[in-house]
């Protein structure tokens, strides 16, 4: 699909009784559940399902779906602030690599996904123009920090 038709269409599907091609937003703190052991199932992720909306929420898994299709990635994940994309980014790097691609990324934030941000929004997001969003492919520890310390050490 074009990136236009991604941006509009991706992460979801019409409602088959209304017809309508606009998610709608969901604004719920709780789920129910089926049973305890449906909770208890959720909860352990045996099932998959909507468990407490600061974790989840319908309407943010559409946006994560569609942001994921726009970038050509397999997941997404949106926080409420630029704040929390930093700690994610800061706790997770160490965790987390890029699932199911071989390659390493840097990137701009401040020229790419927030270029649209104005300076004060910037420093409320807490990016800055030095800063710089890397994400880790499947590569041996020794290439990348290689690669770090060359590309760092050109700045």
């Known amino acids: 699909m074009k ?4 941006a509009v269409h991706a992460g979801y599907k019409p409602d088959p009784v ?3 091609v606009v998610p709608p937003i969901y604004q719920t703190v709780a789920y129910a559940f089926d049973s305890a052991q449906h909770g208890a199932d959720l909860f352990d992720l045996k099932v998959a399902g909507n468990i407490y909306t600061r974790i989840m929420n319908p309407t943010q898994s559409v946006l994560e779906e569609r942001v994921a299709a726009l970038e050509g990635g397999i ?5 409420a602030s ?3 994309a930093i700690t994610y980014a800061i706790q997770i790097f160490t965790r987390l690599v890029n699932i199911g691609d071989v390659r390493s990324l840097a990137t701009h934030p401040a020229s790419t996904t927030h270029r649209q941000l104005s300076p004060e929004e910037l420093v409320q997001s807490g990016v800055s123009e030095d800063t710089v969003r890397l994400c880790v492919g499947i590569e041996p520890i ?4 290689d690669d770090l310390n060359q590309a760092l050490a050109a700045v």
């Open 3 to 6: 990136i236009e038709t991604l």
């Open 18 to 20: 209304t017809k309508a």
């Open 75 to 79: 997941a997404a994940l949106a926080v």
């Open 82 to 84: 630029g704040q929390s």
């Open 142 to 145: 020794d290439d990348l920090k």
